[in-house]
């Protein structure tokens, strides 16, 4: 075995391309997305060394066209998640083993191949699949993914080097040993960086995972698995399977074997899989590490002093980039009178310019929500809000299923700051504005903070410092990620780590070394260089 004490790649941030009209990468990637929306994929289990095609499928479309399908993908039974909880454990006693330079060279490799090679594909099946805009493809399942394997790899070596004090009759080490059992990923269908980095992330340190991607997002979770394999990825390390989310979860939440559970998903979710795991503690070999990403209602407070054009752009950027469907994404937001004219005008001019389509039209900004139940929901409430009388939709309201679940980007302004799209977290292209008088500045604050039960992200807008100060100190336990004079979006890794407390989650920041201690179990070790023989201490004389 090679013997040294080795120094990885320094972590940069991937540059993010601009695909400008005319540029090499706008047609790179235009091509493969007609390449792909012309074919269809057959998206199989990857369970160990097997691509398990169960013959059970559904159907995999485009939200901005839903009656276009663009593959199919298989569904597994309980047999299927026993296999796939098997194969992990039986991969585990190599891959544990394994010494962690050549862990961190696959994931790294993972990274250049995403960088490069996979790059207009990962950006494809997400335009198509989830209907981002080349923009929002491109800061996500390329620059962010590439930035998590980077980072999480230089993160790792940190936390190796993080040693106690030794002496010279004692020498004193920690080593880091991965989770006893397997790790549950869970992933969502907004951001193919967290489908990429929740099991990679456990995988780095020595664990072994199950990865349940959700069924939105199957189409770029393949394409992932593509990556590992290519990078070297040994079989039965991440096994990616498909089902009946209850069947899933109740297979894997009541197996002895379970030693962790990374999430990113709705509150309500997390909520069960935490008391299903409480329920079943006296089955666990060990107590299972529970890491989990989940709502926000995130909000955008201005004062006063604040500049109306800057409060406009982080509203529209923060409200509805990728049709407001961010767990960061702004949508409460609270202006003072003085302000409120200028920056509703100027709110009004940003969204009378914007179009909305296609993914593969690369001039528009907003496309189409998710599914047919979000836009569904969604249409619920924007009609509520026509009809209430604390309520108005002042900007947009319009909706359209007939091609693709298009919501047009809306803005309801309330008199009742607690009205219910101020609390309630819609996940869509909807923002609620609430006017303040400019004298309650203390008291807005207050209001932000109680209003909602998440705490997530937020934003305060400000020239004056001391009212940023206050706003910094009043919300502190609002905002897991707190933004100055900045949309409450676009958190970077290796920048502003991510994750929020209260009902958000549990705050243990994606994208920085916090998060992957989650993943290690330490082990101190005291090695005395010269033994006692006398059990008789000094004091006894």
């Not at 709110?347 to 047919?372: K, Q, Y």
Request: net charge negative.
């Amino acid at each position: 075995m090679l013997k040294g004490f080795f120094n990885v790649p320094k972590a940069v941030n991937e540059p993010v391309k601009a695909y400008a009209p005319g540029s090499p990468e706008r047609e790179l990637v235009s091509a493969v997305y007609k390449e792909m929306w012309n074919s269809k994929v057959d998206v199989p289990l990857y369970i160990g060394n097997e691509e398990i095609r169960t013959g059970n499928t559904k159907t995999l479309s485009a939200p901005h066209d839903h009656q276009h399908i663009v593959g199919t993908y298989h569904l597994a039974e309980k047999s299927h998640i026993e296999k796939a909880i098997n194969n992990a454990l039986e991969s585990k006693k190599k891959w544990a083993a394994m010494s962690w330079e050549n862990r961190a060279g696959i994931f790294l490799k993972a990274a250049e191949l995403l960088a490069g090679p996979y790059r207009a594909k990962i950006n494809a099946a997400t335009m198509i699949a989830q209907s981002k805009t080349i923009h929002q493809a491109e800061i996500d399942s390329a620059c962010e993914l590439i930035d998590f394997l980077r980072y999480n790899v230089e993160f790792m070596t940190k936390i190796y080097a993080d040693q106690p004090a030794s002496n010279s009759d004692m020498w004193n080490r920690v080593e880091y040993r991965p989770l006893e059992g397997f790790v549950y990923a869970i992933t969502p269908f907004n951001f193919t960086a967290i489908a990429g980095n929740l099991p990679s992330s456990a995988a780095l340190m020595g664990n072994v995972v199950v990865w349940k991607p959700a069924a939105t997002q199957i189409y770029s979770a393949n394409v992932i698995m593509q990556v590992f394999k290519e990078a070297g990825l040994p079989d039965g390390v991440i096994n990616m399977v498909m089902g009946d989310s209850g069947m899933v979860s109740d297979v894997i939440l009541s197996n002895p074997h379970l030693a962790g559970v990374h999430f990113t998903g709705s509150t309500g979710v997390f909520n069960d899989i935490w008391k299903t795991i409480g329920n079943n503690i006296a089955t666990y070999k060990t107590y299972p590490r529970i890491v989990g990403e989940t709502g926000g209602k995130d909000f955008i407070i201005a004062h006063p002093s604040a500049n109306a054009k800057q409060v406009a752009t982080g509203i529209t950027r923060g409200a509805f980039e990728f049709q407001g469907q961010k767990c960061s994404a702004a949508s409460r937001v609270y202006i003072p009178q003085s302000l409120w004219p200028s920056v509703k005008s100027n709110v009004e001019a940003d969204l009378a310019s914007i179009t909305m389509g296609s993914p593969e039209d690369m001039s528009n900004f907003v496309t189409a929500v998710i599914s047919e139940a979000s836009f569904d929901k969604l249409a619920r409430y924007i009609d509520q809000a026509k009809k209430d009388s604390d309520a108005e939709v002042i900007i947009g309201g319009n909706y359209d299923k007939s091609k693709g679940y298009f919501i047009e980007p809306t803005v309801i302004l309330t008199t009742n700051p607690k009205y219910s799209t101020m609390e309630t977290e819609l996940f869509g292209p909807v923002v609620t504005i609430y006017v303040y008088e400019d004298a309650k500045w203390t008291e807005t604050l207050k209001l932000v903070d109680e209003t909602s039960e998440y705490a997530l992200t937020g934003a305060v807008f400000s020239q004056c410092r001391y009212a940023v100060e206050e706003a910094t100190v009043a919300l502190q336990n609002a905002a897991g990620n707190f933004y100055i004079n900045d949309k409450p979006t676009g958190a970077v890794v290796g920048m502003q780590p991510f994750g929020g407390a209260r009902g958000s989650g549990t705050n243990d920041k994606a994208g920085s070394a916090q998060n992957l201690l989650r993943w290690v179990s330490p082990r101190t070790i005291k090695e005395t260089f010269v033994t006692p023989e006398d059990y008789r201490y000094p004091f006894l004389g």
